[in-house]
């Protein structure tokens, strides 16, 4: 043979077999759509509960860790408990973003018992972010129904890319702050506040991504193949992460933990940093008055009640926390952006031209229902 043939061969061989892996490989990215809200074991909750669960559990919360769970005491009266198997020590040592996600999962619930029609008696027992069990919860039946929209619940998305440099206009800033203008700042892309909040962000995000603790827990949370996404159900998908086509096959395919620890990956997750900060219409920071779990749970309150107007408005938000989460960058903030009261959220905001549909995974209520 010669070698010219035996090159033709082994070329064809390589194409081939590249193609017959291709055919076997997780070409597509598991999505939030993919999934079948089933029961998966038996639970005495009735049909409004389960509903009214699963809506609540749709709340955002950092690398998607879902970190609740519910106790159930009897129909209609649960406990919201703080699963200490899903918090984030590497970035959040203190619990303050998962008692901030849980008060997210309380808006929603509240509103999706209301539409039902049932009232929400809240009852906080937690004095620590620790606490195992944070707020005692009974439903009872209302003589007014308060009808709200639950499809921006269940349309509600982060989105990372693709914002626009308009300013935000004066009545869509008014529509999202409405009456909470002293823990709601608008802080536009032209002002000075704006450029550093920017020149920070990507700066703690650089710390960050070399804290191994800090790294090692994100590579826990991503969930690169649609094997590990189905079979978890939380985490950050490339899906969630916006990671398309051929990058996404790639990673789904060849990458996992270890490959999140090497500083290319690192320097990628920077680089995109740069990308996302260079585009908004500016930053939106909540503000709290103390750092009570009372407190706390109202103001992941206050952000979910944002986040769940932005979208009739084709306005995108971007929780972008590394400067609270890094000592260095948050001693810095209060006097650089000129509040005095605690900073719970930094939100990237922007408009959109589409709004894309959701797709971060969840688990389904009967995994997060305890009896």
Not at 211 to 226: C, G, H, P, T
Not at 239 to 267: C, D, H, Q, T
Request: charged content about 25%.
């Amino acid at each position: 043979m010669t070698r010219g043939k035996f090159l033709a061969i082994a070329g064809s061989s390589i194409i081939i077999g590249g193609v017959t892996y291709y055919q076997r490989s997780d070409k597509n990215n598991f999505v939030r759509a993919d999934t079948k809200q089933k029961e998966t074991t038996k639970t005495p909750l009735q049909p409004d509960e389960r509903e009214i669960l699963f809506l609540a559990s749709l709340a955002p919360s950092g690398h998607n860790t879902q970190p609740w769970f519910v106790k159930y005491i009897e129909p209609y009266h649960w406990i919201i408990g703080n699963d200490k198997s899903r918090w984030l020590p590497g970035v959040d040592p203190a619990q303050r973003e998962t008692i901030l996600s849980i008060g997210a999962f309380l808006q929603n619930l509240e509103y999706a018992a209301g539409n039902l029609g049932y009232n929400c008696q809240f009852d906080i027992t937690a004095t620590t972010n620790q606490d195992e069990n944070i707020i005692d919860v009974k439903l009872t039946k209302a003589t007014k129904i308060i009808t709200y929209d639950i499809e921006q619940i269940k349309h509600r998305r982060t989105v990372r890319s693709n914002y626009l440099s308009d300013v935000i206009k004066k009545e869509d800033s008014s529509y999202l702050i409405n009456e909470e203008t002293d823990f709601i700042h608008y802080i536009p892309n032209t002002s000075k506040e704006h450029q550093w909040l920017n020149e920070q962000t990507i700066e703690a995000n650089r710390i960050q991504a070399y804290r191994d603790a800090a790294q090692s827990e994100l590579a826990n949370w991503i969930r690169f193949s649609s094997k590990d996404a189905a079979e978890h159900l939380d985490g950050l998908t490339l899906a969630g992460m916006e990671i398309e086509g051929i990058p996404g096959w790639y990673l789904r395919n060849f990458y996992g933990k270890e490959n999140v620890m090497k500083k290319s990956f690192r320097e990628q997750s920077i680089d995109k940093v740069v990308k996302q900060v260079s585009q908004s219409a500016g930053w939106l920071l909540i503000t709290s008055k103390d750092n009570s779990v009372a407190t706390l749970l109202e103001t992941g309150k206050q952000m979910q009640r944002l986040f769940l107007k932005i979208r009739e408005r084709n306005i995108a938000i971007h929780p972008m926390t590394q400067i609270i989460e890094e000592a260095s960058t948050n001693q810095l903030l209060n006097n650089s952006v000129g509040i005095n009261e605690p900073v719970q959220f930094i939100l990237r905001t922007g408009y959109l031209k589409n709004y894309p549909e959701p797709v971060t995974l969840r688990r389904s209520v009967e995994q997060f229902i305890r009896t």
